[in-house]
C-alpha cells in the first residue's frame, strides 16, 4: 500500500500554506490506508460455506451418515441424531472459521466489498474528520477538507457552510481530476499538491485574504493514520503527549471524532481505479 513520507508530508503542508497565502479558506488534507475495516463484511460473506454445510446436508442427509462412520469408525452403531447433529454443527463451525480466517486478508475482503459500501463508509469517515478538523473552526465557516482513502481508492472534497453556499459539486471537479491523476500513478502527494493549487484558485475567488487574517485550523496535513498520533504508538501508557488541553485541538478532536448521521453536503467525490 501506499504511504505517505516526511518529504511528502512537508510538500503538502507547504502547499496548503501557499495556497492559504492568499485566501481567508483553512484547507485540510487528510490521507488515510483505509476508512473502515469491514468486519462486518467478512462476517456476512463467512456465513456463506455455513450455510452452504446446511445446506448441504439437508440435500445429502446420508453423506453426514458416511463421514461420521469415516472419522469414528464403521464397527460403531448406527450414529444418533444426537451425533449427527453434534458433526454437522461441527462442520459448519469449522467452514466459519476457516473462511473469516481466510477474510481477514484485507485485500479479499476489500475485493468483496460492494462499491457502494466503500463510497458510503469513506464519505461517513470523511464526514466524521470534517466535523472534527474544519467545520466551524473559522470565524467565517470557511474550512474545507480533503479526504483520500487509499485502500478504497476514494476521494472527498468537503466544504463548511460559508463554501457550500457559494459553490456547487460541480465546482471541485478540477481539483478532482488534478488530485486522482496523479493518485492513479501511485504519486499520492503530488496529487494531493495538484489539488491543494486547485483549491486555492476558487477559494482566493471567493474569499479573499484579509489583512487581519490568521491561520485558525492546524497549518500541517494529517497524511499518517487518522486519529493516531505517531507518539501514541510510541507511548502507550501514560499521558498522551499531543493531547493539548484546549478543546478546539483538531488532532485531539480527530481521535474522538464520532460517526454523526447529520451529514453536511459533500463539495466533492470520487474513486479511481489503478492505471
Same mark, same amino acid.
Given at each position: ?8 508530508? @512537508? ?25 473502515? &475495516? ?9 456465513? =456463506?460455506? #455455513? ?9 445429502? &442427509? ?7 462412520? /469415516?472419522?469414528?469408525?464403521?464397527? !460403531?452403531?448406527?450414529?444418533?441424531? !444426537? ?14 472459521? =476457516?473462511?473469516? #480466517? ?8 476489500? /475485493? #468483496?466489498? &460492494?462499491? $457502494? ?12 474528520? /470534517? ?24 476521494? @472527498? ?7 457550500? !453556499?457559494?459553490?456547487? *459539486?460541480?465546482?471541485?471537479? @478540477? ?9 492513479? +500513478? ?6 494531493? =499538491?495538484?489539488?491543494? +493549487?486547485?483549491?486555492?484558485? =476558487?477559494?482566493?475567488?471567493?474569499? &479573499? ?6 491561520? @485558525?485550523?492546524?497549518?500541517? *496535513?494529517? *497524511? ?34 464520532? +460517526?454523526? *448521521?447529520?451529514?453536511?453536503?459533500? $463539495? ?8
Amino acid at each position: 500500500m501506499i504511504e505517505l513520507t516526511a518529504e511528502d508530508r @512537508e510538500k503538502v503542508g507547504a502547499a496548503i500554506a501557499t495556497a492559504e497565502g492568499s485566501t481567508a479558506g483553512e484547507i485540510v488534507a487528510v490521507a488515510t490506508p483505509i476508512s473502515d &475495516p469491514y468486519h462486518d463484511v467478512a462476517l456476512h460473506w463467512a456465513l =456463506v460455506p #455455513l450455510f452452504a454445510v446446511l445446506a448441504w446436508a439437508a440435500w445429502r &442427509p446420508t453423506a453426514l451418515v458416511w463421514w461420521y462412520d /469415516f472419522l469414528f469408525g464403521g464397527w !460403531s452403531p448406527d450414529p444418533t441424531m !444426537s451425533q449427527l447433529l453434534t458433526l454437522l454443527m461441527f462442520f459448519a463451525a469449522l467452514k466459519f472459521t =476457516v473462511a473469516l #480466517l481466510i477474510l481477514k486478508w484485507m485485500p479479499l475482503r476489500l /475485493f #468483496l466489498t &460492494p462499491a $457502494a459500501t466503500k463510497h458510503r463508509r469513506v464519505r461517513r469517515r470523511a464526514i466524521a474528520i /470534517f466535523k472534527a478538523a474544519a467545520e466551524k473552526r473559522t470565524a467565517g465557516k470557511t474550512g474545507i477538507l480533503i479526504y483520500l482513502s487509499l485502500a478504497e481508492r476514494r476521494a @472527498e472534497i468537503i466544504g463548511d457552510e460559508a463554501i457550500t !453556499s457559494v459553490t456547487t *459539486p460541480e465546482t471541485w471537479g @478540477e481539483a478532482m481530476h488534478a488530485l486522482l491523476a496523479d493518485v492513479r +500513478e501511485g504519486r499520492v502527494a503530488d496529487g494531493m =499538491v495538484a489539488a491543494i +493549487e486547485q483549491i486555492g484558485v =476558487v477559494l482566493a475567488e471567493h474569499f &479573499p485574504r484579509a489583512a487581519d487574517d490568521r491561520n @485558525e485550523i492546524y497549518p500541517h *496535513p494529517y *497524511p499518517r493514520r487518522v486519529g493516531i498520533c505517531p507518539a501514541l504508538r510510541r507511548r502507550r501508557g501514560g499521558r498522551h503527549p499531543c493531547r493539548d488541553r484546549r478543546q478546539n485541538h483538531p488532532r485531539r478532536a480527530i481521535a474522538r471524532a464520532a +460517526e454523526r *448521521p447529520d451529514l453536511p453536503r459533500a $463539495a466533492g467525490r470520487a474513486g479511481w481505479r489503478r492505471g
